[in-house]
Structures are given as C-alpha cells and as structure tokens.
C-alpha cells in the first residue's frame, strides 16, 4: 500500500499543455511552432471558416474530406489520401471514431471546441489538440493545449488580447441588462460585435486572460446537461443527431429550411447558434442543422419555453 497524507504525487503525464487566448490562437502556435509548410494537411469539410483563413495566412497545402449528414468522417476516403496532418473536428463534444486509421506516421491535429477538457483518446504518436473555452463557458476567451509534440511557447505574448477585455465587458452589461434593468439589449450586443470584429483583426498569439484563468474550474454543470440532451432526444428524436459527447455543450438537430425556422424563434426571443456558416466546401449540414445549448445558466423553465416553441 503506498503512503497515505504528505504532500500528493502527481500522476503520469505523457503530454505538455499551454493555454492561449483563443481556438485560433492555439492552431496558430501549431501551425508557428514548426515549419508545416511542405506539409500536406487534410481537412474536414464541415468546418468554421477561419480554420481555412488561417492556413491560407500561414502558407499551409491543404485539401478536403467530406463529412456525413450525422457527423461521422469519410474513413475510406481518409484511408485512401496523402496527406501529413489530419485535421479532426469533434464536433459537439462526441470523438471521431478513428479505429480504422493507421496513424503512427502521421500528425493528428484535434480540434476540440466544444470539449472543456480532453485527452489522447486515440492514443497518437503525433498530437496536438486544442479547445475554446469561450464556446461552451461563460469564460470571456481562453484555450487549452495539450500535445505530445514540442511547442515554443515563445510565441505567446505575455498580456490578454484586446477582445478578451471588450467581451467581458459585454457580458457584464448583458447580466446588468438581464439581472438589473440596467443598460439595453443592443448596448451588450454592440459590445459582443466589437469583440468579434476586434478578434477578427488579431494575429498574434496572447495568453489567457487572469480573469478567465481564475474561473477555470471543472464544470459542475454536466448532470444538467446530460439530462437536458436526453430531453431533446426524447422530444425531437425524428431530427436529432444522436452522438455520444464527453462534454455536453449544444444538441444539435437537423431539419429542413433552418433559417425560416430561426427567423420565427428569434420573434420569441430565441436566438439559436448555427455551426456554421457556408465555407469554401459543399455540405448539407452548413444548411440544416441548428444548435440548442444545454447550459445551466438557462433555468429550467426557459429551457422547456425554447423546447415547446421549437416544437
């Protein structure tokens, strides 16, 4: 029996971490940290434009595999590419079944945005994976970077980006707005676009601000979650993308003429996410599929308002 008390041995770790300001940020230190551009990166066709932007700013060869209508990967067609680097989306917090890939020789670069923690699931020999922290917290920026390649931090700078300061300041006049009658809607609305437009603009590398540091903590918000996704499964099983997720984040359904559904939701109030906008590919699911977020800070009543106007 090992020793019980004193000071706590930490347990194994097999990879390095860094936190950054942003998801682009930390594909950006990826992308720095090495000289990737003999590379051939292999990429999803589901996908948020600014993975593509980003590339294209860093001089990155790549091309496409295409991705089903319930967010499943092309394996075959995977199996079948020359590629270096395979760029994998676990889109929703659900991990891409990998089983059937050899990838010793290849560097698995995940992309975890809707995962507030992660690992190694696949077991690669070359890994990076990122997440965003802003997507599915109410943390105003922050990503997490685990990898067991080398990274140079150094391209990090030592102070929080600039949109991470307007963002929060939008999110405490929407609490204000909601909790105090104070301020109007479009006083935090004009302060979320100037963050996003302040983000837009950014290309250096920042660290996390010690605003979103000293709040990250593990969620206690899953058991919430879980049960509101097991709700929507039970109340839209005909559209529903049924898919495992680590972390629940958004459920995600698919339907038919999706911007004339949300144009009616968002005249009850209801502003629902689309994971996202058409990029450079053809997919259907740019088009049909709309996300609800499960997030404890909904309380429950406005959680079944949304259900039972969807409906």
Not at 21 to 49: H, I, Q, T, V
Not at 143 to 158: A, G, Q, R, Y
Not at 161 to 182: D, P
Request: hydrophobic letters at 40%; one cysteine or more; charged letters at 30%.
């Amino acid at each position: 029996m090992r020793a019980i008390g004193g000071e706590l041995e930490q347990l194994d770790v097999t990879y390095k971490s860094s936190f950054t300001d942003s998801g682009r940020s930390s594909l950006r230190l990826f992308l720095r940290g090495a000289d990737y551009r003999e590379k051939k990166f292999l990429l999803p066709n589901f996908f948020c434009e600014v993975i593509e932007d980003i590339l294209k700013e860093e001089g990155i060869a790549y091309s496409f595999y295409n991705v089903f209508k319930d967010l499943s990967i092309d394996i075959n067609f995977i199996k079948a590419s020359d590629y270096d680097v395979l760029y994998v989306i676990n889109y929703f917090g659900n991990y891409a079944d990998l089983s059937r890939l050899k990838l010793d020789e290849k560097i698995l670069l995940e992309d975890n945005v809707f995962l507030y923690d992660f690992e190694n699931m696949h077991q690669a020999k070359n890994w990076y994976a990122f997440n965003s922290f802003r997507k599915v917290s109410s943390l105003s920026d922050g990503s997490m970077i685990k990898t067991n390649l080398e990274i140079d931090d150094s391209h990090i700078l030592n102070y929080p980006a600039n949109f991470s300061h307007i963002k929060r300041e939008a999110k405490e006049i929407k609490y204000k707005y909601i909790h105090n009658q104070m301020f109007t809607q479009n006083d935090y609305v004009t302060k979320f676009i100037e963050a996003e437009k302040t983000l837009e603009k950014q290309h250096s590398i920042y660290r996390i601000s010690n605003h979103s540091l000293s709040q990250l903590v593990a969620s206690k918000e899953q058991s919430i979650r879980e049960k509101r996704y097991e709700r929507v499964c039970e109340m839209f099983a005909e559209n529903v993308i049924s898919i495992t997720p680590t972390f629940y984040s958004f459920a995600v359904l698919y339907v038919e003429d999706r911007d004339a559904l949300r144009k009616k939701l968002r005249d009850k109030d209801i502003f629902l996410a689309v994971h996202w906008p058409q990029s450079s590919q053809e997919n259907t699911l740019y088009d049909n599929i709309i996300s609800l977020p499960l997030f404890a800070i909904y309380a429950d009543i406005e959680f079944e308002y949304m259900l039972n106007e969807l409906k």
